[in-house]
């Protein structure tokens, strides 16, 4: 068994009284890594202590972090929250709980945003407005109901003589006159039937068929159709102490929705228990949600808003000054940024329908924006100025608001000027702190064909995010296949002094093998070089051939998994797919898991590297093509820099922003194969810098030290010439092959 690299002791509990757990546990009994994960995960939980635990593709990490999550907030009545970004491990998370329901019933929920729920598709703003109008509607129809029978009451006593019955009974026929004057004026609000349906009828009958079962969104959706309801708000009304809830990501890493979302659930942050589930994902996420943007296009319904407020509101010429004028900067910055025409990289003509950063930062003074706009500014005084937007674009908010509530608008306008005011404020304010990088960039509208701008604060430090997540909940266990170093990751998403606990894959070894093939290190100096190619080819086709199935090849990017597709794709004996960027990549796996002999090509930055299983036969062998360092655009070196100032570590810049985010990828496209006990494979590393020997021959160039030490152990270096050999071995040992018998090597 692989040894837990572990900060802390393991429980040494009596077994029975750990038991507890196991209601929680689906399967008929936990591979020993997992019993031991589970007692340790229990105890951090009592300790309020939060997790690092790695775990290898395939060793039921998530049944692991459950059980005994599920087992401590029962006891102390918690809930535990199990996110993650990645679409296919909801859908496991779903399986996973319904098998736990099974055996031990838990109130579950799975929650998705109202986006992709509402019946009559509006947005938030909107919802939030016809939530408001219909709840007013059948609050009042209520009270007028109410008051009905209180009349009814008092006429009947009246009729018997009570002089006070029939005063009291007067004055509520008036109440009964105003009321009907105010329905009259609600029922011409837009309100939302749907919500009306779910205030004024008996809702039980849902809450029971809700945790009948593990319901998804779409069944919840489908249950809200049927009944003339709204799924999503019938959803939240039902959260409350649920013993789990599976949501996304951003459910837990934007501030302001984490905060309502804890409150759908009636609980505070300390009575919260959260597992994040693909853990090495969180830095990314993080600093994504962190981040703000403001397009030219924005900026330019904002002048228009602010056109019909000149003549009746001083503010909004203050309000001009200002946005008129980042406006511009924003314009002048891009621009020169990217040069008129030609055919350059950086020229207009070369712009396409995606975003491409124009980096506007400077090493000694404020970023290019900055400047252009205090170039371009003349009024009053900017905090004055960007003070006045900001007001008037909050009134102007609660005008639209209050018209889509009346009735007066069939859609509840956004204000863009609050928008852009309160952007230019945070970019102007924060745009020179540590981890905040300043950048512009464009695109090109597909409608118009007009290219247009876009600013940004982007958040570099991802513990700016997440800090205030952990400190605030009960504890939390981040899981992955590849946490690894853990020192790291702690330091990164700011967890204090967090159990960590690492577990290698518990299968037999004979059952697979790790090769680090010594090809010529594909450096971008060499990649184009024919005989590197060749080379690189001739060991693709070798595997693909001398595999008892098919085979996964993973590339630094969607341009060379393409190039050696083309390279490979009438030397192997099954068919070739090629993954490409923006088309589906769930049908490509679907057509590729489907064929018996076959040879998928994708790059290791796509979606097929990670949270994605490839079970038995669906692929056999798998590679790694060179090391697959991301393209170190302006972005990315504004993150090394952020990491060298905020870390102490030399060189934290490099190994935290690029070369242990590049193993960890590598590590998790090697876990693509190789799912169980029974399972069998090969996995392949074909560059020189991987094999132990480049440690003495390439140095810093090496990235085999950069492994965990058991992974290391198991990586063969191997010649390329001989890889068939090896391969073809392999499979024989495991009586792979079918009648025919193996190819001749």
Known sequence: MTRPDTSVAASDRDADADAEYLRFFPKPSPYENQREAMDRIRDALDDKRDVLFEGACGTGKTLA????????????????????????????????????????????????????????????????????????????????????????????????????????RSAIVDELEALDDELDVLREQNVCERYYENITTDTDEFVSWLYDDVRTPDDVYDYAEEHGLCGYELLKDAMEGVDLAVCNYHHLLDPGIRAQFFRWLDRDPEDVVVVFDEAHNVEDAARDHASQALTEQTLDEAMSELAGETETDARAEYAENVLGAFRDALVETYEGGIGPHGDGPRSFDAVGENWADVPVANDDKRDDLTLAFLQAYEGRGIGKDVDAAISLGEDLDEAYEDAYRNGEATTRAECQTLQAATFVDAYLTDGDALGQYPTAAVRRDGGTDEVYGRAELYTCIPRDVTSELFDAVHASVLMSATLRPFDVTGELLGLEDPMTMAYGLDFPEKRRRTFAVDTEPLFSSNRDDPDVQEEVAGVLADAAEFTAGSSLFFFPSYG?????????????????????????????????????????????????AEGVSFDGDDARTVAVVGVPYPRLDARAEAVQDAYDEAFAEPDAGWKYGVEIPTVRKTRQALGRVIRSPDDYGVRMLVDRRYTAESRTRMRKYSVNDSFPAEERAEMVDIDPAKLKFAVLNFYGDMDAWGPEGPPTP
């Open 560 to 608: 060379e998994a393409e190039r050696y597709h083309g390279l490979l794709e009438h030397r192997t004996g099954g068919t070739c797919y090629l993954d490409r960027p923006g088309e589906p990549a769930d049908e490509l796996r679907e057509r590729f898991v489907a064929d018996d002999d076959a040879v998928l090509f994708t790059s290791l930055w796509g979606t097929l």
């Open 65 to 168: 972090s459950l059980a005994p999550a599920l087992d401590h907030a029962r006891e102390e009545d918690k809930t535990v929250v199990i996110t993650t970004n990645v679409h296919q491990q909801m859908r496991q998370f779903v399986r996973d709980a319904r098998e736990i329901h099974d055996g031990e019933p838990i109130r579950a929920v799975v929650f998705r945003g109202k986006g992709s729920m509402c019946h009559i598709d509006v947005d938030y703003q909107e919802c939030q407005v016809l939530r408001d109008n219909t709840y007013e509607l059948a609050d009042t129809e209520r009270d007028k109901r109410q008051l009905e029978r209180q009349q009814e009451e008092l006429l009947d006593a009246a009729r018997e003589g009570d002089d006070d019955a029939a005063e009291a």
